[in-house]
């Protein structure tokens, strides 16, 4: 019997495997398995054997209930920036996993509970109107790595980190922006729908104004 079919009927955490769905390598074909709590989900065998999958999504709401009601903090801005920090750290079912957890970026252990991260960020000058951002952007989350920062520096810090390269000079968006006279975020808008470095800066006509520097 090959590894992939011996699969059926094998657990992890709450979660049977009861069918084949998509077939492909070994690690990668998806099954359907069904949960402790009577749901059903699809999980690929490389996130049942990592632990990534271990419920239908079930044990994930338990375990936001129980730190609702050990916190009292339920449903405010500062839980909710918690939960999603954790979310697209360790859960392959985040639409933000890839650029998160999938790149090896995890939440320190200093921060695994919520009243950890809540002292800090507390003595850190959190306000609802802001932000975490990671100073690397590399780095993990952690007390030594993030700061509390308004939505427009986090684009801005963004922009900054976004290198064109034209006519054998590299600069960031922002400074792109400064010299064509436009909002860094119509370039960086451009940059993100994929459009090639060249292509971007003939739309703004940038030779043209170059040109004009130098002949100014």
């Given at each position: ?7 059926i009927g094998?657990?992890f955490?709450?979660?049977?495997i ?10 990668h ?13 699809v999980?690929?065998l ?6 990534h999958?271990?419920?239908?999504g079930?044990?994930q ?7 609702n009601?050990?916190?009292?903090d339920?449903?405010t801005?500062?839980?909710?920036r918690?939960?999603h920090?954790q979310?697209?750290c360790?859960n392959?079912?985040?639409?933000d996993?890839?650029n998160?957890?999938?790149r090896?970026i995890?939440v ?8 950890k991260?809540?002292a800090?960020?507390?003595?850190n000058?959190?306000?609802?109107d ?6 690397d952007v590399?780095g993990?989350y ?14 801005s810090?963004r922009r900054?980190s ?10 960031t968006v ?8 436009v909002?860094?975020?119509?370039i ?5 729908k994929?459009i ?8 703004f006509?940038?030779?043209?104004i170059?040109?004009?520097m130098r002949?100014?």
């Amino acid at each position: 019997m090959s590894e992939k079919a011996d699969m059926i009927g094998k657990r992890f955490g709450r979660l049977t495997i009861t069918k084949l769905l998509e077939d492909g390598d070994t690690n990668h074909c998806k099954f359907l398995c069904s949960c402790d709590c009577g749901g059903v989900t699809v999980a690929s065998l490389a996130n049942l054997k990592r632990g990534h999958t271990k419920s239908c999504g079930c044990l994930q709401k338990e375990m936001t209930s129980k730190a609702n009601m050990r916190h009292g903090d339920a449903n405010t801005s500062l839980w909710r920036r918690y939960k999603h920090m954790q979310w697209r750290c360790s859960n392959p079912n985040s639409p933000d996993y890839k650029n998160y957890g999938g790149r090896g970026i995890k939440v320190s252990r200093e921060w695994d509970t919520y009243e950890k991260f809540k002292a800090w960020a507390l003595l850190n000058g959190y306000r609802d109107d802001l932000t975490i951002d990671r100073i690397d952007v590399n780095g993990d989350y952690e007390p030594s790595n993030c700061r509390w920062i308004t939505l427009e520096q986090q684009q801005s810090n963004r922009r900054d980190s976004v290198f064109i390269m034209f006519n054998g000079e590299q600069k960031t968006v922002s400074q792109w922006a400064r010299i064509i006279g436009v909002n860094p975020n119509k370039i960086y808008y451009l940059k993100r729908k994929g459009i090639s470095d060249d292509e971007i800066m003939r739309h703004f006509d940038i030779a043209s104004i170059l040109e004009d520097m130098r002949n100014d």
